[in-house]
């Protein structure tokens, strides 16, 4: 996929990029990608794409963070034609020997808050590389994500895809689409994923709403309304018990 790297860091531990990956018009997989030192990939855009490694495949959106190891050959497919917006930490000291293998797992609506801020701090040379170096120890312990099939992947890629829209799926509806049992639906995908189907779209709600405030969008209201909310201060409420801080102080940190 075309790309465009902006360099944010550098320093003798580790190196920070900012990577803006634009889709191609073609669908089918890309051609194999060789890394050449691990990474660690956190999401800074909601757009959606699938990776392949080996035999297994995993769904990467905008609450998924990656880590890639030495020598890792891949093969990627955009699932939208959405800009896909990353922030890579390329680490220089040597690697541990569970660092052989991949690892995906999901973050928190405040880490992702974390990794806007900290982009924003090193972007205005203002600091930010104690809080990547905190988010990628985080990493370490986080619960690791398993290759998705069937109807828990299917079901997580309606998600992604309707989450900033304001009228979005039931229960029933996102069960009937991936043809489970709303029970059974539910039961899974918290197995797989450990949240619940609303913490899942609830997530990836914040996660557009912080993507356009880093765009430069001022108008609260106006994306409470886009992503489904009864009014600014319902998103406001949420926004405050996920993330710890109000949506005008994260507007003003990360425009």
Do not use: N
Request: glycine content about 8%; hydrophobic content about 40%; some cysteine.
């Amino acid at each position: 996929m075309p790309h465009d790297r902006t360099l944010l860091y550098a320093g003798r531990e580790f190196t920070v990029e900012h990577l803006r990956s634009h889709g191609k018009e073609e669908p089918g997989w890309s051609g194999p990608y060789t890394l050449e030192s691990r990474r660690i990939v956190f999401p800074a855009g909601r757009a959606m794409l699938d990776l392949r490694w080996g035999e297994s495949t995993w769904q990467i959106d905008g609450l998924t963070a990656m880590h890639l190891a030495d020598a890792m050959v891949y093969q990627l497919r955009a699932a939208t034609q959405a800009t896909q917006r990353s922030v890579i930490v390329s680490r220089h000291h040597p690697g541990r020997a569970d660092d052989a293998t991949p690892a995906f797992c999901l973050l928190s609506p405040r880490s992702l808050y974390r990794i806007h801020a900290a982009q924003r701090q090193l972007r205005a040379g203002d600091g930010g590389a104690l809080a990547i170096a905190s988010l990628v120890d985080e990493f370490g312990t986080a619960r690791r994500q398993s290759p998705l099939t069937g109807a828990v992947a299917r079901a997580r890629r309606l998600l992604a895809e309707t989450a900033d829209r304001g009228t979005r799926l039931s229960l029933h509806e996102l069960a009937d689409a991936v043809s489970r049992s709303p029970f059974h639906l539910a039961r899974s995908f918290r197995q797989h994923t450990g949240l619940s189907l609303h913490q899942y779209r609830l997530h990836l709600r914040l996660a557009s709403a912080m993507e356009r405030l880093v765009d430069g969008d001022t108008d609260l209201a106006g994306i409470a309304h886009d992503l489904g909310y009864c009014s600014q201060s319902h998103l406001g409420a949420v926004f405050r018990r996920e993330i710890g801080i109000t949506l005008g102080e994260a507007r003003r940190a990360l425009a």
